[in-house]
């Protein structure tokens, strides 16, 4: 099984430039999330999607956008980066309220310069 | 708001205990959550508890809660070089639809022999 696959896993940007970080997954979860992990703080969510056609805000949502395309894609997107969006960026999934446990896909590495 | 902390740090030799804390301040979490993140790896949710439960136990692993002094911790027995890794706290904000989590900066294990 795949699990949660995000792509690309490494990306460098100029400031200003825009891009998209793509995640899917094959386990049939509802819920779809998407974390930034920065150095010496635990991974904050920036924005959810409890089922497909929802997205909402999460703790640091101000300079990205999502979709939730179907119920097995959740895109990230990056309008005009910034050098303080140089993070990792984490999708992960769930099915609540069958099970809590989240799945994370393997990360994506972004450096914005 | 919620805030998860704990250590940031914790050196073991191999075949010691190790103890690795976590404090809270979300008194209606129903879950608390484990994960473990190897270097370049994504999370993997190693144990959790719910927040009606004193203790549970798995294989090495003996997580302990504390709702009233709302501290968490998580005993690794017999820990080994595989043990080498960052260990974050959690807590979980669920709903029928979705579970967000919240985690701590990471604690990162050195196991030494």
């Known amino acids: 099984n795949a699990g949660v696959t995000q792509t690309p896993k490494f990306q460098v940007l100029k400031t200003g430039q825009s891009m998209t970080l793509q995640c899917a997954q094959d386990?049939?979860?509802?819920?779809m999330y998407w974390y930034r992990q920065d150095p010496g703080m635990g991974l904050r969510l920036i924005y959810y999607s409890a089922s497909e056609g929802t997205t909402d805000k999460g703790e640091v949502p101000n300079g990205y956008n999502v979709s939730r395309l179907n119920k097995r894609e959740f895109s990230l997107r990056l309008e005009s980066a910034a050098p303080s969006q140089t993070s990792v960026y984490f999708c992960a999934s769930s099915d609540p309220p069958r099970n809590t446990e989240a799945f994370f896909g393997q990360g994506t590495r972004l450096t914005v310069v | 708001g919620e805030d998860v902390e704990q250590s940031l740090f914790l050196s073991v030799r191999e075949g010691d205990s190790s103890v690795i804390n976590c404090t809270y301040t979300d008194s209606s979490s129903t879950y608390l959550y484990w994960y473990k993140q190897e270097p370049g790896a994504g999370l993997q949710l190693l144990t959790y508890?719910?927040?009606?439960?004193d203790m549970k136990q798995d294989q090495r692993l003996t997580v302990l809660l504390n709702k009233k002094d709302k501290h968490l911790s998580l005993r690794i027995a017999d820990t080994q070089t595989g043990d080498s890794a960052i260990y974050f706290c959690?807590?979980?904000?669920?709903?029928?639809?979705?579970?967000?989590?919240?985690f701590g900066a990471g604690t990162r294990l050195a196991v030494h022999p």
């Open positions: 959690a807590e979980g904000e669920n709903s029928g639809g979705y579970n967000k989590l919240i």
């Open positions: 508890i719910f927040s009606n439960m």
């Open positions: 386990m049939n979860h509802n819920s």
